[in-house]
């Protein structure tokens, strides 16, 4: 259920009568749970009056503003509580209603450029029938309190293009690569590894986590996920292999007798990395022996952002290097506009927040065909929907 709305009164003593038969018309409201009111008359002995009125008046979302003579007269009301809740109005903070009780010149003052209550901001006791114009005054507050509500429901939205960190783990999430999906898989079905290779923020990583999910169902293997950014050298690499593979940590010959039994294949994320100081020519070579073969313990899926061979130059004697000559290339290219329309319809299927068609154009020519960047402006402006 969704919490009461705080409604806050500020207003002269004077009024008290007509504070009381306007709280009395907002009833059907409190009785909604949609408003919670307070006034000062709700301060219990031995509280702090001031300290009161002021947690209510900076916690209220809407503060009612019960404009007359005396309420213009007050210091107190005109300099320290309307003064502060024009802050907050115009902080979006909160919603400052000023209600019309009693004749009063208004020229000129800060309230005067808010819309006010109740129609042409005729004072409730000029009215020939007052108790039209106390409901014409609860007409207008029902109106706001449904708009901050709206407002407020939107924003618990979850943004639906997050992560932004682009990577993409929840199936039912993953997108416009089917194509790229099938023809990996495809590959390893024939006894191949494979090297996806595409530019960064293309969705490599989010093809490596759908190939870890189907593995074991579409292979038979046991997929093995190794992101090299947490890797810092070969040591790193052989313990976290190992540890994930469930053999004790070695390497060499005797790696290959405890993987021998196992069908795995292994995914490796950010393969750039093995360029680094602290990777050698023997872990790669050591994965080309565990990976060569039909009934070879791995198979290999690496993502890189160009191609094994020209990543890696320690070919020896001519030879290509020990990735490049394994592994099977996977081009992964751009989208097109076409698939840029769907990923952002399918984002906002359902959902009361929805880009006008201008706005799509644009994150379509912003994005250049990159999955990420196409993420990045619908969560920007997602989230702009959500705060205006």
């Known amino acids: 259920m969704t919490s009461p709305l705080s409604l806050f009164y500020s207003y002269s003593h004077q009024d008290e009568d007509l504070r009381d038969r306007l709280e009395t018309h907002l009833a059907t409201l409190k009785r909604q749970?949609?408003?919670?009111?307070?006034?000062?008359?709700?301060?219990?002995?031995?509280?702090?009056?001031?300290?009161?009125?002021?947690?209510?008046?900076?916690?209220a979302e809407i503060i009612l503003l019960l404009i007359s003579s005396d309420f213009i007269a007050?210091?107190?009301?005109?300099?320290?509580?309307?003064?502060?809740?024009?802050e907050r109005h115009k902080a979006k903070e909160a919603i400052v209603i000023p209600i019309a009780l009693r004749p009063a010149d208004c020229t000129?003052?800060?309230?005067?450029?808010?819309?006010?209550?109740?129609?042409?901001?005729?004072?409730?006791?000029?009215?020939?029938?007052?108790?039209?114009?106390?409901?014409?005054?609860?007409?207008?507050?029902?109106?706001?309190?449904?708009?901050?509500?709206e407002r407020k429901a939107v924003r618990s939205l979850k943004n639906p293009f997050e992560p932004l960190s682009g990577r993409?783990?929840?199936?039912?999430?993953?997108?416009?690569?089917?194509?790229?999906?099938?023809?990996?898989?495809?590959?390893?079905?024939?006894?191949?590894?494979?090297?996806?290779?595409?530019?960064?923020?293309?969705?490599?990583?989010?093809?490596?986590?759908?190939?870890?999910?189907?593995?074991?169902?579409?292979?038979?293997?046991?997929?093995?996920y190794l992101d090299l950014n947490s890797i810092e050298s070969d040591e790193d690499f052989y313990e976290e292999l190992c540890h994930q593979a469930g053999v004790a940590t070695c390497q060499g010959a005797r790696l290959k007798r405890s993987l021998s039994a196992k069908r795995l294949v292994l995914l490796l994320d950010e393969v750039e990395k093995m360029t680094w100081q602290g990777f050698t020519h023997g872990l790669r070579s050591q994965l080309r022996g565990l990976a060569e073969g039909a009934d070879a313990p791995l198979r290999l899926v690496l993502a890189a952002g160009s191609s094994l061979d020209r990543l890696f130059s320690d070919g020896q004697d001519g030879m290509t290097s020990p990735l490049?000559?394994?592994?099977?290339?996977?081009?992964?290219?751009?989208?097109?506009?076409?698939?840029?329309?769907?990923?952002?319809?399918?984002?906002?299927?359902?959902?009361?927040?929805?880009?006008?068609?201008?706005?799509?154009?644009?994150?379509?020519?912003e994005s250049g065909g990159y999955p990420k960047r196409l993420m990045r402006g619908g969560y920007e402006l997602f989230r702009q929907y959500q705060y205006r």
């Not at 307070?38 to 209510?56: F, T, Y």
């Not at 590894?193 to 989010?206: H, L, M, P, Q, Y």
């Open 108 to 149: 000129g003052l800060p309230f005067a450029e808010i819309q006010g209550l109740p129609k042409n901001f005729k004072p409730v006791t000029t009215w020939d029938n007052q108790d039209e114009a106390f409901l014409n005054v609860v007409t207008g507050i029902r109106a706001v309190v449904q708009r901050i509500q």
């Open 33 to 59: 749970n949609l408003i919670q009111q307070w006034h000062d008359r709700k301060i219990l002995p031995g509280e702090q009056w001031a300290g009161r009125i002021d947690e209510n008046l900076e916690s």
């Open 324 to 365: 490049a000559g394994i592994c099977l290339e996977e081009r992964v290219g751009k989208w097109g506009d076409r698939e840029m329309g769907e990923f952002l319809a399918r984002k906002l299927r359902g959902l009361p927040i929805q880009f006008t068609s201008e706005e799509i154009e644009r994150l379509i020519e």
């Open 168 to 224: 993409v783990d929840d199936p039912m999430q993953f997108f416009g690569r089917d194509r790229e999906l099938q023809r990996i898989f495809e590959l390893l079905e024939s006894r191949n590894s494979v090297a996806v290779i595409g530019d960064r923020e293309i969705g490599k990583s989010s093809l490596l986590r759908a190939v870890y999910r189907d593995c074991q169902t579409r292979l038979g293997r046991v997929p093995i």
């Open 74 to 86: 007050s210091d107190y009301c005109f300099e320290l509580e309307m003064t502060r809740a024009i």
